[in-house]
């Protein structure tokens, strides 16, 4: 019979990725299912209270995901009851109900990891559920998955430092962040602006001063063109507010639309705690954000023309035809990118 993988969706880029890598797995039967929990209480909580809607089992990440998934004629079975599944793909760690690990189990990176922070440091030394951290910081770190597929050497070196087995994170490079110079061929009509990106860090429930780095990126302008990138978690009617109050006249707001075209065509690029930094220092821009640039520099995802999706597709297919037990696969499995397989 077919072999049947369920890939789990978060955020829009979650989505997307996980698209890809399905992709490149036709022989087998896949199907998606948003990231969702068993417990009876977030279930309650999410069908009765909007505690829950800024977050990706929920809410406006639940509808754009499940919206995109039906427009691409994905196949849907939401928290995977339909039929049984030979591996289960996640694009988070934090959260994953005990019934999925009774199968193979495959992690993505899906972007930027949090800061490791006070509180992520406290709940990995209680050894208190990771999602309790309120934010990625401890994504890529339960080490509860079979195998996992990390962006970069630097990523692998931070997620075992922090928890989980080195011999199970492979450095297959990162979908969506793997080939940034594409980004140079676009049709955005501006050019020559100081970018700024804005994080949804009030909406996921963490403290920030909007007005203080508002006007920050103002003093870094310098006077120049300015446009303003939202978060697409964020309180719009809020945002807009505050940037039209601190900033000057013409300053451009948008508040949807693709931001690695706007990135390609910027002088500088401004930040807090996007992935899109990223794409930023790929693409040679002067960047600024809220993290260590030396360490973003060692975690920068591989740049390898867009061949992440099948790298990690390569090792969900060996994978499945690894015949031992689940947990012993990481400890024998020699991993090879996909080119250097075409050009051996």
């Known amino acids: 019979m077919q072999k049947k993988i369920l890939f789990i969706t978060g955020s829009i880029n979650q989505t997307t990725q996980m698209e890809q890598i399905s992709k490149e797995l036709p022989e087998f039967d896949c199907w998606f299912s948003q990231i969702f929990v068993d417990s009876p209480i977030y279930q309650w909580l999410i069908d009765n209270t909007q505690l829950l809607d800024r977050t990706v089992v929920s809410g406006q990440f639940k509808e754009n995901s499940e919206k995109y998934c039906r427009e691409k004629g994905l196949k849907m079975d939401y928290k995977g009851r339909k039929q049984h599944y030979d591996l289960v793909v996640y694009c988070s760690d934090l959260i994953i109900p005990d019934r999925m690990l009774q199968t193979k189990t495959l992690w993505v990176q899906e972007g930027m990891i949090d800061e490791h922070n006070t509180v992520s440091k406290l709940i990995k030394k209680l050894k208190l559920p990771p999602y309790l951290a309120i934010g990625t910081s401890l994504n890529g770190a339960s080490n509860i998955c079979d195998v996992y597929c990390a962006a970069s050497e630097g990523y692998k070196n931070r997620f075992a430092n922090i928890g989980t087995d080195a011999h199970k994170i492979f450095v297959t490079g990162m979908p969506n962040f793997d080939n940034c110079e594409q980004y140079f061929q676009n049709d955005f009509p501006l050019h020559n602006y100081v970018l700024v990106a804005t994080s949804d860090s009030r909406e996921c429930f963490r403290n920030e001063d909007r007005i203080g780095f508002i006007k920050d990126c103002v003093a870094k302008a310098a006077g120049r063109q300015m446009i303003f990138k939202l978060h697409p978690n964020e309180i719009v009617e809020r945002a807009v507010a505050e940037i039209k109050e601190n900033t000057p006249e013409g300053t451009i707001i948008y508040t949807s639309g ?73 400890k024998s499995y020699q991993y090879r990118a996909v080119s250097e397989l075409v050009y051996q």
């Open 258 to 330: 693709n931001l690695n075209p706007m990135i390609a065509n910027c002088d500088e690029f401004i930040t807090q705690y996007s992935s899109a930094v990223y794409v930023g220092m790929a693409l040679g821009k002067k960047v600024h954000s809220y993290f260590d640039e030396a360490e973003l520099k060692s975690q920068m995802p591989l740049q390898n023309k867009g061949t992440s999706a099948k790298n990690i597709a390569q090792v969900c297919r060996d994978f499945l035809a690894f015949s031992g037990k689940k947990e012993d696969f990481a």
